[in-house]
């Protein structure tokens, strides 16, 4: 019967962000948007539930395997924004394109996806007006819906 043994602890390799300013998402529809980022949720990547291996044979414990599929999963965001941004949501809204996030050290994670949703907030006296985006990644070339794309990953060397 085989057995896990453990590893050994070993420094992570690479640059740890020290602050999430400034992170940016750019449209490459309209790279100008009327949106000012206030915060920013990069795509998780989920590898979804465990697939139940368990079965009237096992003795102790309930068995199960990971998934082969992998999923980016929604961008959200808060922004300060200029009304003028409507006309600019209508031209984008449920397009898909290419989605990038900069993160603050200038890596860039670029993927296909399009904006789902803006939802300003209540507008309030002495508060700066803000909208939440959702964004969701489809994983599919607009050139070519057939066709699976991944996100595509710039690492810099840190700040």
Do not use: H
Not at 5 to 14: D, K
Not at 19 to 25: A, C, E, R, T
Not at 79 to 90: E, G, L, N, Q
């Amino acid at each position: 019967m085989a057995v896990p043994s453990a590893t050994v602890w070993a420094s992570p390799t690479g640059i740890k962000l020290p602050d999430g300013f400034s992170s940016k998402i750019t449209f490459a529809l309209d790279d100008t948007i009327e949106l000012w980022e206030k915060d920013v949720t990069p795509p998780a990547v989920d590898g979804g539930d465990a697939v139940d291996q368990t079965t009237m044979c096992n003795t102790t414990w309930r068995t199960k395997l990971p998934r082969n599929l992998l999923s980016l999963e929604d961008v959200s965001a808060v922004c300060a924004y200029d009304p003028a941004v409507y006309d600019s949501i209508i031209g984008i809204i449920n397009v898909n394109t290419t989605i990038t996030v900069l993160f603050p050290d200038g890596s860039t994670l670029a993927f296909f996806g399009y904006l789902k949703r803006f939802e300003p907030s209540t507008l309030v006296e002495a508060d700066q007006p803000e909208a939440t985006l959702t964004i969701v990644a489809t994983n599919l070339d607009p050139a070519d819906t057939t066709v699976e794309a991944g996100p595509t990953m710039v690492e810099v060397a840190g700040c």
